[in-house]
């Protein structure tokens, strides 16, 4: 009996003395694995790994370890507390972050409290709390930038008044912008798949020091989940799978990756689906919005149809598919090799805003819609980290993008069908570098970029009854097009005390267009050829000067330019009712000279205040001004008489306004976020500029316990009356409310919403919430779709 207590004592000491030896930090509302975390005390220091496991042994048990990562907030227990917790730390997330590590403001990691740039990034546990049901969603997150939608799938960023081709959408070092972006809204940022996000980073401001053409308004920079590798020599495995669905548009999303690595290798599987029924609208308020008709084509004949419920709106459904493989390689400590394909394609979108168009007291088309938007997207890099004379770190990135996407509209009433495709070959190549001078607090960075498109389209006509084909007019050159840009560039950063911080670029870029026009049976264009070649010089310098620890001054002066590409030189296509958009051979870049300010003052880390503002002049700007083809002014497009506009550089323009956030940690657990952005801009004639978005932010009160997280926010927008309205908007008051006047305005809008978390296990957590749970029936501001109503989402994730 002796011997057995003995025996007993004995495992109970040695029990305890292995479990001080190890640790295990935990999230602690999701309670997954929290890596990076810094244990440390006077003497000794560790860090936990992938799995949130760190090792104990160095120190002693009259030790205080003290738990610090940037994105939670600080804890010091004894080894006897940890014991006591049977191991297991739970770190609380830190609404006011100490320090935040960005990549987008020169390619590489930077602290966040070093840069000029306002940069707000969007991390993967936000991404996963809001449940975002596409990309261009998942951006709205940041609450920093304006969203509008054509059409339920679509999504057009507006940053600092500027929009679609003029603002830059970055991924895993790829730009994404091709060379038929236009300067309408645009849905592209929806091909990327928003359940593999690890996180994104938006650069308010110029940046095409760094990134070169579009990048006038600002950056939008993704990052795509990475193949982990395993640290120790047993393999890294993980699984992540999703389902979700919400009630306004009877979506239906799953989600599952796979990813498996062990020291040297490693790669990750991922498919995700989507599919979206016609969305429901709010029933409160503003009835301009109402679908009380749609029309419906059986046996070619087109009947208008009385909607039964005016607040679902008809014909705005769509479905998407999106697939993922990437492999790694580390054959050493130094080097590193990454490949990975992307593929994502949609079913049919209807071209909402188009649908409800009244021409003669009827709806003007039978059908509009594009076709599905395919992405293939293969990546292959290389990575060096060895310190050398030229550089520390070397990234080289091969890219090429196949992309394919199509238009198709009918009139009403009528038997053929309008058929525009349009299919792109790009090809990227990147080499990025820097150098850190050894002894002092000097940096370098540099690198070069060559990118080529390829643009094809075709154009034909389509009788709905028989099927028969006839040629019809392309959209581009149907000669084919090619794009070139060629950038080089370099950056110096310096930390010239401990107070003050100085980064500062320059920029050459190339630019080489070649259009041809082969068929002039629609259009007898006074050319057969458009070839246009420019060069661009742009630069930046900011500085970062801290006087007092918690407070920090930004000030940053850049430029940016937009080359004209193939759809601003060659395209044909009517851009409203009675107007058409024709070619010109003479377009030049546009160019835009920006300054901001910023404050930002912290309390510790309970309270933080950060306030931005901007100014910016657009000169030599591409705007569309009236244009003669041919002699004439007007001229039959699709049978119709319209009066024809170009693309001309004939304008200047000054955008300037302020953004304030704030993070206020109230008391343990309970936390507070707000956000304001308020913009106005007026072209050279006074007039409003079509993307400056009306004054927007939005509020949360937020908690957090162990295995819990909610949410109560609102959003709000403010009014944009007929005074502040864009001639462009004016001309489509089919999509506005009216005012006491009988003119279309944007009325202003406030929504109350509510979204949480339980985690049910450690391995599986239930999302779940409310938008927009007074049912207010709204229009974002240039949008064609009404927003979501009232909307109830469930989600189950699965973490193994």
């Keep these: 009996m002796k011997r057995t207590l003995i025996t007993l004592w004995l495992l109970t000491i040695s029990a305890s003395l292995l479990l001080a030896q190890q640790v295990k930090v935990i999230d602690l509302t999701d309670l997954q694995p929290v890596p990076d975390v810094f244990i440390f005390c006077s003497s000794h220091a560790v860090l936990t790994n992938e799995k949130g496991v760190a090792n104990l042994r160095i120190f002693t048990r009259g030790d205080t370890l003290t738990f610090q990562h940037p994105s939670y907030k600080k804890q010091r227990l004894t080894l006897d507390e940890i014991n006591l917790q049977k191991g297991i730390v739970k770190l609380e997330e830190n609404l006011v972050k100490v320090s935040e590590i960005v990549v987008s403001a020169s390619k590489w990691e930077q602290n966040k409290t070093e840069i000029p740039n306002k940069i707000e990034a969007i991390r993967a546990k936000e991404i996963s709390f809001y449940n975002p049901q596409t990309t261009a ?164 004949v087109d009947s208008i149809i009385r909607n039964p419920d005016p607040n679902r709106q008809i014909q705005s459904g769509y479905s998407q598919i999106n697939m993922t493989q990437k492999f790694r390689f580390r054959p050493g400590d130094h080097f590193n090799l990454t490949y990975a394909m992307h593929y994502s394609t949609t079913s049919d979108i209807p071209r909402y805003d188009r649908l409800y168009q009244i021409k003669n007291g009827k709806p003007k088309y039978g059908e509009w819609y594009y076709g599905p938007q395919k992405w293939i997207f293969h990546r292959l890099g290389a990575e060096i980290t060895d310190t050398t004379r030229f550089f520390d770190r070397l990234s080289i990135t091969l890219a090429y993008q196949d992309y394919n996407e199509s238009r198709h509209n009918r009139k009403l009433n009528e038997e053929w069908i309008k058929d525009r495709n349009e299919c792109l070959d790009i090809f990227s190549v990147n080499v990025d570098a820097n150098k850190k001078f050894k002894g002092t607090e000097q940096e370098i960075f540099y690198g070069t970029e060559l990118i080529t498109n390829r643009v094809f389209s075709i154009g034909v006509s389509r009788n709905i009854i028989s099927g028969e084909l006839k040629p019809a007019s392309s959209r581009y050159p149907d000669g084919g097009s090619f794009y070139g840009m060629a950038g080089l560039y370099g950056g110096y950063k310096n930390r010239v005390s401990d107070y003050l911080d100085l980064i500062t670029g320059l920029r050459a870029s190339f630019i080489h267009l070649d259009a041809k026009f082969a068929d002039k049976t629609f259009y007898d264009f006074p050319f057969d050829e458009i070839r246009i070649n420019h060069g661009a010089l742009n630069g930046s310098a900011g500085l970062v000067y801290h006087p007092f620890t918690n407070l920090r001054l930004n000030m940053n002066l850049s430029t940016g330019f937009r080359a004209p590409n193939v759809d601003d030189v060659g395209k044909v296509f009517d851009s409203e009712p009675g107007r058409v958009i024709v070619p010109n051979e003479g377009l030049k870049p546009e160019y835009v000279a920006n300054a901001d300010l910023g404050l930002v003052w912290k309390a510790h880390d309970r309270f933080r205040l950060e306030i931005t503002g901007f100014y910016s002049w657009l000169w030599n700007a591409m705007v569309r001004r009236p244009f003669l083809f041919n002699g004439q002014d007007s001229i039959l497009y699709e049978g119709e008489l319209s009066q024809v506009e170009a693309l001309v550089n004939a304008d200047r323009a000054w955008v300037y306004g302020v953004t304030s956030s704030l993070q206020w940690n109230i008391y343990d657990g309970l936390s507070l976020k707000s956000s304001l952005t308020a913009t106005r801009g007026h072209d050279s004639d006074g007039m409003p500029i079509r993307h400056a978005a009306p004054l927007f932010g939005a509020t949360h009160i937020i908690y957090r316990a162990s295995k819990i997280r909610l949410d109560l926010y609102s959003r709000y927008n403010g009014e944009k009356p007929y005074e502040q309205m864009p001639p462009s908007e004016i001309d489509k008051p089919y999509m506005y409310a009216v005012d006491e006047s009988g003119r279309p305005y944007s009325p202003g809008w406030i929504t109350l919403n509510f979204a949480g978390t339980y985690q049910i296990r450690p391995f599986i957590q239930l999302n779940t919430g409310v938008e927009n749970i007074l049912d207010i029936r709204y229009r974002p501001y240039s949008s064609g779709i009404a927003a979501p109503g009232r909307n109830i989402f469930l989600a189950l994730r699965v973490t193994i």
């Design 137 to 300: 969603d998942l951006l709205s997150i940041s609450d920093q930038v304006f969203i509008q939608k054509s059409q339920l799938g679509g999504g057009s960023p507006m940053i600092r008044g500027f929009a679609a081709n003029r603002v830059l959408i970055i991924v895993d070092g790829v730009r994404m912008n091709n060379a038929i972006f236009r300067s309408g809204n645009l849905q592209n940022v929806i091909v990327l798949d928003p359940h593999l996000m690890d996180n994104s980073e938006i650069v308010f401001g110029p940046g095409s020091m760094i990134y070169g053409s579009d990048a006038i308004g600002g950056v939008m920079d993704f990052h795509s989940r990475k193949v982990k590798l395993s640290t120790s020599d047993h393999p890294y495995p993980k699984l992540n799978a999703l389902i979700r669905f919400s009630s306004a548009n009877f979506e239906k999303t799953g989600h599952l990756d796979f990813s498996y690595g062990i020291r040297k290798w490693g790669f990750l599987s991922s498919i995700s689906f989507s599919d979206y029924d016609n969305l429901r609208m709010g029933t409160h308020g503003h009835p301009e919005y109402e679908r009380p008709f749609y029309v419906s084509a059986f046996n070619g």
